[in-house]
């Protein structure tokens, strides 16, 4: 029986020989409304050697791509740029079938791999400026620590000039298409916003740094083949990813406006409306989302475009309610910079949840703009107006925050 599951030519010597998962919606608390995939890569030189695995119940569509090139027991040498469980949840079944000479990872990625396995096979431990020949082709090591995970590194193939950058540069994008120049680069950007927000917002200063090193390394690339969604080979994609993820991790005050708010009875999407009026009327741009159809991977989504954050939520048994105490928990661990935030919401007779809102916001790293703004019961005419004008007051706020830091 032959193999219905083929890998794919990238470059000379690389195959692609991942995994598409067309069904995953949730990633550890981010909702991948688009699916993933779990690329890896197998390159043909005299030392064949497989980039990544895959995660554990893609092990026989790894297998049957690999098979599709060469016998699996032929490869040589595997490399684990990243020990997270969507990339080696596989490996050591793959150990198994391959039986390689070597698996190389960082010296981090060694006991990481250790602690999630055992001794399954010995690892040979690599840092940066580490090279292995391949036979006409080199390997050469780059630890990029706590990008995402402490264990964390990038593989670069000098014959073909291709960059494997393990999870930096990725988005959980499942298709067909194996390349960024076969989708839309709208939904490229979204996606791409989206995955840094959700998984590397808390880590932009080192992204930048790494990004400022990167010269340095005297690396020549001409493909990045990330370990989710699609590779970049063209001088435009690749120009285009490289100058994104700049501008995210410099983390400049954005000029748009976000309000999202959790409401029982409507009195806060009310007040919602007419902040997000105020906002509007004074020329920024604002977006308004409701938590009942906007989860919390979604409203940092929208985080990564805003300067200004306007978080509203109701008083429920003393707290603030539980769909914003969602997100406001999810940001404190992301930790966006730059930007400002307030608070409002209505109540009926305690009120604590814009102080708790505050509390959470300032514990996210947004600066304050002040105490918020707060509406007992049912917001009238003259509240509404109120609501307005508060708009317009942080709408100030923002283009004076942008007018500093030019």
Known sequence: MGNFLKAQQITDKVYWVGAIDWNVRNFHGYQTGRGSTYNAFLIMDEKITLIDAVKKPFLGELMERISSVVDPAKIDYIVS?????????ALPEVVKLVSPEKVFASPMG????????GDFFPISKVVTGDKISLGQSTLTFVETKLLHWPDSMFSYLDT?????????????????????????????EHEAKKYFGN??????????????????????????????????RRPEEIQ?????????????????????YSTMWESTAKMAGAIADGIRDSG????????????RSAIVTKVVDSGLVVAGAPTMNNQMYPAMADVLTYLKGLRPKNRLAAAFGSYGWSGEAVKLMNQDLAAAGFALVDEGLTCKYVPDQTMLEQCFEYGKKLAGALKEKRKDEK
């Open 81 to 89: 740029n990243h020990a997270e469980m969507d990339h080696s949840g």
């Open 110 to 117: 060694e006991k990481a791999l250790r602690a999630h396995f």
């Open 160 to 188: 073909d000039k291709m960059l494997f950058s393990q999870d930096a540069f990725g988005m959980h994008l499942a298709g067909s298409n194996r390349f960024a120049e076969e989708y839309d680069l709208s939904l490229l």
């Open 199 to 232: 998984i590397l917002f808390h880590l932009a200063g080192r992204i930048s740094e790494l990004l400022n090193k990167l010269p340095d390394l005297h690396l020549d690339i001409r493909c990045i083949a990330p370990d989710h969604g699609p590779i970049y």
């Open 240 to 260: 285009w990813i490289l100058n994104l993820y700049t501008q995210l991790a410099a983390e400049k005050t954005p000029g748009k406006a976000l309000v999202f």
């Open 284 to 295: 920024i741009e604002v977006e308004v989302a409701s938590l009942a159809v906007n989860e």
